[in-house]
C-alpha cells in the first residue's frame, strides 16, 4: 500500500492528520525540499504541498515533474490559493491531450 503525505505550514498540515497522511510541517524552502526528497524516497506515492512552499522549491518540484512517483500536487495554504496549482493542473491537462478541455472560452 502506497503511503499519502502532505507538506506545509504547521497550521495547514496538520488538519491532514485525521485523515491518515503523514504530515511533514515545514517552515522553509530546505525543510520542504529535504521533506518532499525524504517521502519520495520512503516510496510515498502522493505528496500533497501547499502553494506557497511548492514555488519556493520549484528546482525540487522540478526533479519529480517527470517522475510517475511521487505525485507532487499543490494545495491552498491557510492563506487561501493563489492559483498555481490550477495552473498546473491545466498545463498537465493540456500536455496530456493537446487541448484546454477545462477552461476554454466559450464562444
Same mark, same amino acid.
Given at each position: 500500500?502506497h503511503k499519502?503525505?502532505?507538506? +506545509?505550514? @504547521?497550521d495547514t498540515?496538520l *488538519?491532514? @492528520? *485525521? =485523515?491518515?497522511?503523514?504530515?511533514?510541517? /515545514?517552515?522553509? /524552502? *530546505? !525543510?520542504?525540499?529535504r /521533506?518532499?526528497f525524504?517521502?519520495a524516497?520512503?516510496?510515498?506515492?502522493? &505528496?500533497?504541498?501547499?502553494?506557497? #512552499? %511548492?514555488?519556493?522549491?520549484?528546482e525540487? #518540484? !522540478? $526533479?519529480y $515533474?517527470t /517522475?510517475?512517483l511521487?505525485? &507532487?500536487i499543490?494545495?491552498?495554504? %491557510?492563506t487561501g490559493?493563489?492559483?498555481? +496549482?490550477m495552473k $498546473?493542473v491545466r498545463?498537465n491537462? !493540456?500536455? *496530456?491531450i493537446g487541448a484546454? &478541455? =477545462?477552461? $476554454?472560452? !466559450?464562444?
Open positions: 500500500m499519502v503525505a502532505a507538506v +506545509g505550514s @504547521r498540515v *488538519a491532514f @492528520r *485525521a =485523515l491518515g497522511l503523514e504530515v511533514v510541517p /515545514a517552515e522553509t /524552502a *530546505a !525543510e520542504a525540499s /521533506a518532499v525524504n517521502l524516497q520512503a516510496g510515498c506515492a502522493v &505528496i500533497f504541498i501547499t502553494e506557497d #512552499m %511548492a514555488a519556493q522549491i520549484g525540487t #518540484m !522540478e $526533479r $515533474r /517522475a510517475p511521487p505525485a &507532487i499543490p494545495i491552498p495554504g %491557510a490559493s493563489d492559483g498555481s +496549482g $498546473r498545463a491537462v !493540456e500536455k *496530456a484546454d &478541455i =477545462l477552461f $476554454r472560452e !466559450e464562444g
